[in-house]
């Protein structure tokens, strides 16, 4: 008999919502369409890197995340990774260093006055939740994304994780410029955005060091970039994430507060394989924009009146089912039928809202099926 009821997991007086939970309780799972990982599944060469790391849990993670930082450093600045390397830091994921840089910031803020200090997200209407929630749990003042004003602490997901919509890095710069006081902190979560293409670095502030160099010296504003490398490589189990800072000074300032140890080591030898796998990246951006569009338009088929958001380089879509009830259906029927997808209502207050990943033709011709019944 197959179990398919749904399962509460989250706290939700202590924990943001997020997709990638109902799988380990569908016994007919057959694809996760939940999360925004890479449909290619996890690099093999990278995979095993990790597994063969398990042999050696008997001894402590390295304390100074070499040699991954450094594999890390070279993936992102082929040319130049020395120079930038000290400006590095990695993390347990995301989530461990944006609250590093949240509480950071609050301790800055407060030793210049400053009590409660105003927070943002970007411009538009939802982001990635977990950016607010770590503002809220310390006490910033929560700014709806409609606010002109500066503030203290800018935080902006781009692409943006579930709208799909993004700013080039032109505009991107210009909208930071506009956007926070002097003194204040930048964080732009830039997870999503090596779909790009193989150009990804050249519209990326990953590659914007005077613009990071000018906004600290001229105004003491800091630009940090953040990535989870979780979903490019779609290794979400291992938690892996990274922070590029302002200058040294900055990163140093962060890992005097970082818990020890963060980083396992198995996470640590995957970031050093993975970044070898070229052919892995190629594949990626060869096809995901192609899935993407036969997604669309299989999902088209079912109805026509649906409206599909987001760049059509991401590995998702944020579909508009245009009814709170339509969409609860098809959320309960994809569960079912064992391909989880992601609702629009918690965390994100879009009841009509459907977020889908970009998976294979026979894993979406499974959804599809589903979604027949609609």
Known sequence: MVDTKKTEVWDTKTQAFHGGQEHRFLDNFVEDFSVTTNYLGTPSNALNAAREAISEVHHYPAANQEPSKTSLAQFLWPSDYAEHHGRLLLGNGASELIDLVTRKTLIQCIARGVTKPKWKGGPWNVQYREYQRSAENNEFEIMDPTYKEPVDMLCIVNPCNPTGDYFDVQGLKEFIKANVLPNGVVLVDESMQPWHSREFRSDSLISQHDFAKEMWEKYQIGVHVIHSWTKIWSCTGLRVGSIICPTNSHCEALRKIQVPWSVNGPA???????????????????????????????????????????????????????????????????????????????????????????????????????????
């Not at 997604?295 to 879509?317: A, C, M, R």
């Open 268 to 374: 640590m030898a995957f970031i050093e394989a993975v970044v070898k796998e070229d052919a892995y990246m190629e594949e990626t951006w060869d096809n995901t924009a192609r899935l993407r569009a036969h997604l669309i338009e299989q999902l088209t088929g079912l109805n026509d009146k649906w409206v599909y958001h987001g760049k059509p380089f991401l590995s998702w879509i944020w579909v508009d089912m245009r009814s709170e009830e339509t969409a609860e259906k098809a959320i309960d029927l994809a569960r079912k039928a064992g391909v989880p997808v992601r609702s629009g209502k918690p965390g994100y207050s879009c009841p009509t809202f459907v977020r889908v990943a970009v998976r294979k033709e026979p894993e979406v011709a499974h959804l599809v099926n589903a979604w027949k019944a609609l």
